[in-house]
C-alpha cells in the first residue's frame, strides 16, 4: 500500500522553526524524524528508551520540587554510556520509503546553505532516488519556499559581488554551473549596473596598486587588467580603470590601443 506523504513537515521546515541537530552520515535528516518535530512543538528535551523525556533530578530520582537542575543532554548522554535514545538516527536504517528519503537528503542539505533545484536533484540522483520521487520532492519544496532559484541568484549576485568583486560576466557563469535557469540569472545580474560595476574595479585596482609598485610599466599593465579579467571585466573596462589609476600615480599612459593582457 503507497505510504501517504505528511506534507504538513514541509510547511513547518519553510516557517522557519528552529531545527533540532541531525546526523552527518547516510541519508539521515537534518532532524531527528518526526520526534524532533514532537520536541520541538513540545518544548521538551530529548526522549528516553521508553519514550519518557530524559531529565530529572540530579540524583537520578523522580523530577520534581522547585529551583531543581534539568540534566543537560550531554550529562544525560554521559550517566547513561552514550546509549541514550537521543542517538536513535544514528542507529536505524534511513527511511525505505524513497519519497521520504529525498526528503530526508533535501532538509540535510538545505541545513544552513540556500541550494538551487538543480543541486539537489543531482543530489537525489547520486543517492539513487527514483525521478518520480525527486520529482515530487522537489516541487514540493518549491511550493512552501524551501527551494526558490531566483532569491538563490539575487543573494549570488549580491554576497559574491561585494565579497570577492566579481562582474556581471563572471557571476553569470558561476549561477549556469550551479543550474539556474537563463531568465532568472539575466534578471539577477541586471540589478548591478554597468556605473557599480566599474566602481568596484577602481576599488579592486586601488587595493592592488601598491604591490605593483616597482614594476615596468608592462608588466603592472597586465598584472592589474589580468586580474580584473578573472574576475569577469570587460577587457575595454579593465585597460581604461588601471591607465587612469596609473595616469594618478604619475605613470606614463600611453599605451598601444591594441595591446591586450
Not at 68 to 76: H, K, P, V, W
Not at 134 to 145: I, K, M, Q, T, Y
Not at 217 to 238: C, N, Q, S, W
Request: hydrophobic share 30%; aromatic share 4%.
Amino acid at each position: 500500500m503507497t505510504r501517504r506523504t505528511d506534507w504538513a513537515e514541509y510547511e513547518f521546515a519553510a516557517s522557519g522553526a528552529p531545527r533540532g541537530r541531525g546526523t552527518e552520515g547516510g541519508d539521515g535528516s537534518a532532524v531527528d524524524g518526526d520526534a524532533a518535530y514532537d520536541d520541538i512543538a513540545g518544548g521538551g528535551g530529548p526522549r528516553d528508551g521508553g519514550g519518557a523525556r530524559a531529565g530529572g533530578s540530579r540524583d537520578g530520582g523522580p523530577r520534581g520540587g522547585r529551583g531543581r537542575r534539568r540534566r543537560t543532554f550531554g550529562e544525560a548522554v554521559a550517566e547513561d554510556g552514550g546509549t541514550s535514545s537521543s542517538s536513535r538516527a544514528e542507529r536505524e536504517e534511513p527511511p525505505a520509503d524513497p519519497v521520504e528519503r529525498a526528503r530526508a537528503i533535501c532538509l540535510r542539505l538545505l541545513t544552513g546553505t540556500p541550494r538551487t533545484r538543480k543541486q539537489l536533484a543531482d543530489a537525489l540522483r547520486k543517492r539513487e532516488i527514483p525521478d518520480e520521487a525527486a520529482e515530487e520532492v522537489l516541487s514540493r519544496f518549491e511550493e512552501v519556499g524551501l527551494i526558490n532559484d531566483s532569491a538563490f541568484a539575487d543573494a549570488w549576485v549580491e554576497s559574491r559581488h561585494h565579497g570577492r568583486g566579481l562582474a556581471r560576466r563572471a557571476l553569470a557563469r558561476e549561477l549556469r554551473t550551479k543550474g539556474v535557469d537563463p531568465t532568472l540569472i539575466d534578471a539577477a545580474v541586471s540589478r548591478l549596473d554597468s556605473e557599480q560595476e566599474e566602481e568596484t574595479a577602481r576599488e579592486l585596482v586601488a587595493r592592488k596598486l601598491r604591490a605593483t609598485r616597482g614594476l615596468d610599466r608592462d608588466k603592472r599593465l597586465r598584472r592589474l587588467a589580468g586580474m580584473l579579467a578573472r574576475k569577469g571585466y570587460p577587457e575595454g573596462l579593465a585597460l581604461r580603470v588601471v591607465r587612469q589609476a596609473l595616469e594618478e600615480e604619475g605613470e606614463d599612459t600611453e599605451f598601444p590601443d591594441d595591446e591586450g593582457f
